[in-house]
């Protein structure tokens, strides 16, 4: 009995070993520090750095960190703090990334193989990834900021309001706010241009001003142009 007690024990200690991960410096610019206790210490490229560990970083500075064995990675840029958490099996990784300010770059490969989480936490949203890149900010006046640069993201907010991004889609959760932004809100914007008549842009109209010869044949639709008349206002409705 003794004998079957010690094995067991053994063996929880060895698989709790195996769910921490390691987490590397890769590369430094600048000046970063982690914490160690109550004091900041600056930061070493290839320093181990244990589990729950804070970072931060300065003026025109950028850290670079290895997350686990399965290439997951973080960039982490000036002016931000952050705090990570890290562990994994062979079958299975779980991190969480806690942005306290400032901005990351997250790539997180996609493998059949593993189950991944891999979260980023502000105190506004979450991001969840998986197969992809990201870059996410949070400030306490603008909130959170998820930009897709590939694959797919989740973003959800404190209060449960969740949307699915790709392509160059962005989750903009405002501190202020309970909801999110319409993530179509910056196409919408640059959806409209001033259009100056005949379907030409201000540019191309401009282009024709410098004569008063008549455009197109007598038969056609375009007359002649000038900075006074033949200008028209459209209004557009475009439903998203």
């Keep these: 009995m003794k004998l079957t007690k010690i094995i067991i024990t053994a063996s929880f200690l060895f698989i709790t070993t195996l769910l921490y991960a390691d987490i590397t410096v890769i590369k430094i610019t600048g000046t970063a520090a982690y914490k160690d206790g109550n004091k900041w210490v600056a930061l070493k490229t290839n320093q181990k750095l244990s589990e729950g560990v804070k970072i931060s970083t300065s003026a025109n500075s950028f850290v670079d960190i290895k997350l686990n064995s399965k290439n997951h990675t973080m960039q982490i840029k000036p002016y931000s703090m952050v705090q990570?958490?890290?562990?994994?099996?062979?079958?299975?990784?779980?991190?969480?990334?806690?942005?306290?300010?400032?901005?990351?770059?997250?790539?997180?490969?996609?493998?059949?193989?593993?189950?991944t989480v891999f979260k980023v936490i502000t105190p506004v949203a979450t991001s969840s990834v998986r197969g992809t890149e990201q870059n996410v900010s949070y400030g306490p006046e603008r909130g959170m900021v998820i930009e897709v640069v590939s694959g797919e993201v989740e973003g959800k907010n404190n209060n449960g309001r969740t949307n699915f991004l790709t392509g160059k889609q962005k989750f903009v959760q405002p501190a202020s706010s309970g909801q999110p932004v319409n993530i179509m809100q910056e196409s919408r914007d640059k959806s409209v241009i001033h259009v100056a008549g005949y379907g030409l842009t201000p540019a191309e109209a401009e282009s024709m001003l410098f004569t008063d010869e008549q455009v197109g044949s007598p038969d056609g639709d375009i007359f002649i142009l000038s900075p006074f008349q033949n200008e028209v206002i459209l209004n557009i409705n475009i439903d998203f």
């Design 84 to 115: 990570v958490f890290s562990t994994e099996t062979k079958t299975e990784t779980n991190t969480n990334i806690g942005l306290k300010r400032g901005s990351i770059n997250a790539k997180v490969p996609r493998d059949e193989n593993v189950k």
